[in-house]
């Protein structure tokens, strides 16, 4: 079955303790990003890779890192977690990296920070 | 800043009954992408519909049909015959292109209940 999939889907932790949030396709797909979901705000993407090796920055960067050395994962790392990370995390890719290709969507992983 | 307005945080509608979702968008682009997304209980993002801007003839898949006046900057979601596996979030986004990263800009979104 083509999807993606993350991993933790629920996660708890304490501030300061380093996490990481994988991400994995089983499309080929080139283009992956993270979004975070938050009350009245929508989603708003946090980083997003053209292919592998190539990362960019979305509108809200801080406190995140990724890589992609390979074309199916893309994990989010949160370095020093903080309260204001807590959050529903998604990953999404698409087939190219072209203009307006359509992104599709991992199951979230919602994260606590206490 | 792109930015994207879904002025109705709540909606309700009965079962079978037509409902249409409102979106408003600010671009000073010429080309560029919408989106309707739906989001269930279950937290998963489902694509409903895409539209190109550059084209003049409004997407349709099945039930959902959008009305996209590119002149008001306005993309809006009917959904007709609803039923009750309607009820959930739905959100608006816009994509510029490559050169802005495919980056969607999403609405705050929309909840609908359906109703029996």
């Known amino acids: 079955e083509a999807q993606v999939t993350q991993n933790p889907r629920y996660l708890i932790t304490v501030t300061g303790k380093k996490l990481t949030v994988t991400c994995s396709q089983n499309m080929n797909h080139e283009y992956m990003s993270w979004y975070r979901q938050d009350p009245g705000l929508g989603l708003r993407q946090i980083y997003y890779s053209m292919n592998v090796e190539v990362t960019d920055k979305g509108d809200v960067p801080e406190g995140y890192k990724v890589s992609r050395k390979e074309k199916r994962n893309f994990p989010l790392i949160l370095e020093s977690p903080s309260p204001n990370q807590t959050s529903l995390y998604f990953c999404a890719s698409s087939l190219a990296s072209g203009s307006g290709e359509t992104q599709y969507f991992g199951p979230g992983t919602r994260l606590l920070v206490l | ?116």
Do not use: H
């Open chain 2, 1 to 116: 800043a792109q930015t994207v307005t879904q002025s109705q945080p709540e909606m309700s509608v009965q079962e079978a009954e037509t409902v249409t979702l409102s979106c408003t968008y600010d671009t000073s682009e010429s080309n560029y992408y919408l989106f309707w997304y739906k989001q269930p209980p279950s937290r998963q993002m489902i694509l409903v519909i895409r539209q190109e801007a550059y084209k003049q003839q409004n997407a349709t898949e099945n039930r959902f049909s959008v009305n996209f006046q590119k002149a008001a900057k306005s993309f809006s979601l009917k959904i007709s015959d609803s039923q009750l596996g309607d009820t959930a979030m739905y959100f608006c986004a816009f994509m510029r292109g490559r050169e802005y990263g495919n980056k969607l800009v999403f609405g705050a979104g929309t909840i609908l209940r359906v109703k029996s």
